[in-house]
Every structure is written in structure tokens, then in C-alpha cells.
């Protein structure tokens, strides 16, 4: 059985941790590979508003912002505890890359084409990920090609092989 997740226009890319400085700037803790890909961005989304970026760096795995409007300090604690998004339309990926949201509640089957349960979680405790997949078990998959086959996001679903003891 295969569905298709649905594709969302709009992705959480982070969340606003703390303020820095005096100037109106805050912390982001990006959900991305790197929180260089966040600095690539003029415009990001909070509660579903579009706010211009003044500035963005990388500063200690975090991201350094300060969106246009945002001056003083107390006008960056209102901001705390926000998720950030980004435009999906605005993100250009590399050919063969995806967002894990596209594929996080896809089928996943093994090579003969049985269903082994559903991507729960794609936990990241190094620097290979590392695919959760719920079902009748829960089976950890190193997200490598030797055991991820085929990612089909039109397809609705991502085919891997697994090993005994998997």
C-alpha cells in the first residue's frame, strides 16, 4: 500500500532560541543540513508572515538574524520561541536532494516490495543519518545507498534493503 505525503509550500526551518545583542538580532537553532543553507535566504516566514532579512551569519552552529523591522531588543524577545520557515518555491536544492519533511510518513518496503511500516524519524547522531521506520518493529536504517535504494517522493514511498539482524 503506498500513499503520497502531501507536499507543503512552507517548511519549518528553525527556531528563534534566545536574542543576541542589543540590536535587535536573535538566535536561530536552524533544522537544516547547515546553518549555512538558512544565511542563503532574504526572506523567511514567522506565524505565516513574511519578514525581510537585515542580516543573517553563522555563529557557533547557529544562525545570527536580524529581520528588517527588528530593532531594538525587546522587539527580538517577541520573536523567542518562534518556528522559522522558509518558502519551499524560494529553496533550490541540489539535483537528487529532498527536505526530510517529503519524506517522513512515506511507505517503505524492502526489495521484493513488502512493506516494512512507515518513516517515523530521521534522527541525525552523526554524520550519517539515520532512518526510523515503524511497523510491525522498529527498524534503524543507516541512510547509505548500500541499504537506501530508492527515495520516491511521486511514488509515495522509499525502497531499502535490509541485513540480517536489521
Not at 35 to 64: M, N, Q, W
Not at 116 to 138: D, H
Not at 149 to 154: D, F, G, V, W
Request: aromatic share 6%.
Amino acid at each position: 500500500m503506498r500513499r503520497c505525503v502531501p507536499i507543503k509550500d512552507f517548511l519549518d526551518c528553525g527556531e528563534i532560541v534566545n536574542t543576541h545583542g542589543i540590536h535587535g538580532e536573535v538566535r536561530i537553532v536552524p533544522w537544516a543540513d547547515s546553518p549555512e543553507f538558512l544565511c542563503r535566504f532574504s526572506t523567511l516566514y514567522v506565524d505565516g508572515a513574511a519578514i525581510a532579512l537585515a542580516s543573517s551569519r553563522v555563529h557557533k552552529g547557529s544562525v545570527i538574524a536580524r529581520f528588517q523591522g527588528v530593532d531594538t531588543v525587546e522587539q527580538a524577545m517577541t520573536l523567542k520561541g518562534k518556528v522559522v520557515q522558509l518558502r519551499r518555491a524560494d529553496a533550490k536544492l541540489p539535483e537528487g536532494s529532498f527536505f526530510i519533511a517529503d519524506i517522513i510518513g512515506l511507505p517503505v518496503i524492502d526489495e521484493e516490495g513488502h512493506e516494512l511500516g512507515v518513516l517515523k524519524e530521521v534522527l541525525s547522531p552523526s554524520v550519517q543519518q539515520v532512518y526510523v521506520v515503524e511497523g510491525e518493529r522498529e527498524i534503524m536504517i543507516p541512510a547509505v545507498p548500500s541499504f537506501i535504494l530508492e527515495t520516491n517522493i511521486q511514488g509515495g514511498y522509499i525502497k531499502v534493503r535490509l541485513i540480517e539482524g536489521m
